[in-house]
């Protein structure tokens, strides 16, 4: 089996503004050691506000901290207000993109449709994208979830070659779990990402499916870390809250210590 390097990556949401970014990220660098670096790939996933400074801070300090942004646009440039382009994250050196997160689903009416396009934009500028999936509250008490966020990966994937999906990230992350302190199982996150990959040795091949990286996102805390962690296909987690706190997010980090 591939040996995949958990990525734990702290999405701020709308939270923090480039002054604060500096100091959390100052802060977190501080906090991290070599070990933790060899170990874990640290990313902070700041408003797109906040990326110039992020940018000069981390390359400046030389930081083994990586960094992305919350959303891309699906095209390339032109009039599109308010949008900001795959080209001018790459500017920023950014590695990260993430793409279909359930907050733009829900309150931006994002569809699978676009989703794939964004995903296709990331690799247009070499952007790893974080894709997200899972169902709500709804879907999950029909037990439709496994079926429900395997549509959503084929819908995201649609059309994607195997060179660019073998560098891919997708983040499982159940509506019902995010911002509401319910966090899922270890069950019940190893389900639906044992599933997914299951799905992507479908689409692609096994070895391709072996390496990409599948996180667990909602209500991930220091305290309930490890054993989510502890999944055969659990390669990391997409934090929301607890990133904003540099020792909670730094005890996630280091979830083999817990
Ligand atoms: O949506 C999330 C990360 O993208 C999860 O948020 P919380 O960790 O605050 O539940």
């Known amino acids: 089996m591939a040996t995949r390097t958990p990525l734990m990556a702290g999405n701020w949401k709308m939270n923090l503004n480039h002054l604060e970014a500096i100091a959390h990220v100052q802060k977190l660098a501080f906090a991290l050691n070599d070990k ?131 560098s891919i990230v997708i983040a499982y992350e159940p509506v019902w779990a995010i911002g509401t302190g319910e966090v899922a199982t270890p069950e019940d996150a190893q389900e639906v990402c044992g599933a997914i990959r299951g799905r992507l040795a479908e689409l692609y091949d096994r070895e391709l499916a072996e390496k990409v990286r599948i996180q667990y996102g909602g209500s991930v805390k220091g305290g309930n870390v490890a054993a989510i962690m502890a999944q055969p296909d659990v390669d990391g987690a997409l934090v929301g809250g607890a990133s904003l706190d540099v020792d909670e997010f730094v005890r996630i980090v280091r979830f083999r210590d817990q």
């Open 36 to 166: 933790d670096h060899e170990a874990v790939e640290v990313a902070v996933l700041p408003p797109f506000t906040d990326l110039r400074s992020v940018q000069t801070l981390v390359e400046g300090d030389k930081l083994k901290i990586r960094y992305g942004a919350q959303d891309i646009s699906a095209h390339v440039s032109g009039a599109y207000t308010g949008e900001v382009s795959g080209a001018m994250l790459a500017k920023l050196h950014c590695a990260y993109v993430v793409v279909g997160h359930s907050e733009r689903r829900q309150y931006h009416n994002e569809t699978d449709g676009l989703c794939n396009a964004k995903v296709k934009a990331a690799y247009l500028n070499d952007l790893t994208p974080i894709l997200c999936v899972g169902e709500g509250l709804e879907v999950r008490r029909a037990g439709d979830q496994v079926a429900h966020t395997l549509a959503q990966v084929d819908g995201a994937l649609k059309d994607v070659p195997a060179e660019h999906a073998a």
